[in-house]
């Protein structure tokens, strides 16, 4: 087992850097954050809350750091440590075998990791470092097409048909938002229906984005990757396409996903810095992850960090179904949840999932939220495959 201060050998360290940025800013990201440099003594791992590392692309990850560090401190000194960029090993499976190690000591240690990654392929080493923590764990993917193949075409997928046949794996719930339907194979929603993940249109969540902060309170991993983009915000990318979210609607996703209690990995993807205009797409990146800090910062230790039976409780009979739906609003934030049962009696628990205030009106004019009946679905699904 490695301690904290171990983990930096698996990290290059971070070289000096020319900073994009403004003189009227007086406090920065990069004179707050703890940096591993190979001068000086090594940053304090322990006392750190939220961690950032560049996997893949050493050159892509110092790009985004000259553009992040120069930006507006938003977090207390020393509460933000870059380890610097991960070693490549001898073989690739020998770095991602170091990767998945970095992340399961982290998440022992209940880090919040932020990484500057390169494609989605790294999707499948992040979920099989969750599985190390031996806990079930929800994944949510913000990408322009969904990857779910048909089993006859799994070698298409980049990660999610490996993540869901893996007999040790720990993946429970899904949710892919923003998917262009274009470019989305009809079988993946097929698939994407056998085991009742959900998915959200681009044209769905771009009409009302506040609707997509539930599945980030839900989620322990988010993997954002920057093909989600329009391309004229964020030309460096591996698969870019003339619609996609705006830079604005992107950070505002980037820090829902900081406010979510819940979630402790958010990772960058779909880099293609070969493409970039100016380092636009680079510093875009660095904005989605100073939003995503600043989300960190608003956290309310809602649950599960806090006693649900304690929230105000609202409860809807749906008699045309045979359901009765519970709902919980958190007296601290105003957010929402419902109470999922577990299908079969011999289990009396319920699941607690994240929701909105729109799923309580949709339960109030008697029809069942679309969320509440995937998740009672999976759990039916799972008991009788135990």
């Known amino acids: 087992m490695l301690s904290l201060q171990e983990i930096l050998l698996?990290?290059?360290?971070?070289?000096?850097?020319?900073?994009?940025?403004?003189?009227?800013?007086?406090?920065?990201?990069?004179?707050?954050t703890g940096i591993y440099r190979k001068q000086g003594n090594p940053p304090d791992l322990d006392k750190a809350k939220i961690v950032l590392a560049g996997i893949g692309n050493p050159r892509l990850a110092d790009e985004i750091r000259s553009w992040l560090y120069g930006l507006s401190s938003v977090l207390p000194a020393g509460d933000l440590v870059d380890l610097g960029n991960l070693r490549e090993g001898k073989t690739a499976a020998n770095t991602r075998i170091g990767l998945m190690d970095v992340i399961t000591e982290l998440g022992k240690a209940h880090k919040i990791i932020v990484l500057i990654g390169r494609d989605t392929h790294d999707v499948l080493t992040l979920g099989k470092a969750y599985s190390r923590l031996e806990t079930p764990y929800n994944l949510a993917v913000i990408d322009s097409v969904i990857d779910f193949m048909p089993e006859d075409q799994s070698s298409r997928s980049h990660y999610l048909n490996e993540l869901v046949a893996d007999p040790d794996g720990c993946l429970y719930d899904f949710?892919?938002?923003g998917y262009q339907s274009y470019l989305s194979d009809a079988g993946s929603f097929d698939r994407l229906g056998e085991f009742f993940f959900e998915s959200h249109r681009l044209g769905i969540l771009r009409d009302d984005i506040r609707e997509s902060e539930p599945v980030f309170r839900n989620s322990d991993l988010l993997v954002f990757s920057m093909n989600a983009i329009r391309q004229t915000e964020a030309p460096g990318v591996t698969f870019p396409s003339a619609n996609g979210f705006t830079a604005e609607e992107s950070c505002q996703l980037a820090r829902f996903a900081g406010l979510s209690d819940k979630l402790s990995l958010f990772a960058l993807a779909g880099f293609q810095p070969g493409r970039d205009k100016g380092e636009q797409t680079s510093g875009l990146a660095a904005q989605l992850i100073w939003h995503f800090l600043q989300g960190v910062t608003q956290r309310k230790s809602d649950y599960p960090f806090s006693d649900i039976s304690l929230y105000q409780k609202y409860l809807i009979n749906l008699p045309k179904t045979g359901f009765n739906l519970t709902f919980y609003k958190s007296p601290a934030s105003g957010r929402w949840w419902v109470e999922v049962p577990f299908p079969a009696a011999k289990y009396p628990r319920s699941l607690y999932v994240?929701?909105?205030?729109?799923?309580?009106?949709?339960?109030?004019?008697?029809?069942?939220?679309?969320?509440?009946?995937?998740?009672?679905?999976?759990?039916?699904?799972?008991l009788l495959h135990t």
């Open 10 to 32: 698996y990290f290059d360290p971070v070289e000096p850097l020319a900073l994009f940025t403004d003189e009227r800013i007086l406090s920065s990201v990069g004179e707050s």
């Open 354 to 382: 994240a929701c909105s205030s729109r799923d309580y009106q949709v339960a109030g004019e008697g029809d069942i939220p679309d969320r509440w009946w995937n998740h009672y679905r999976r759990l039916s699904f799972q």
């Open 175 to 177: 949710v892919h938002l």
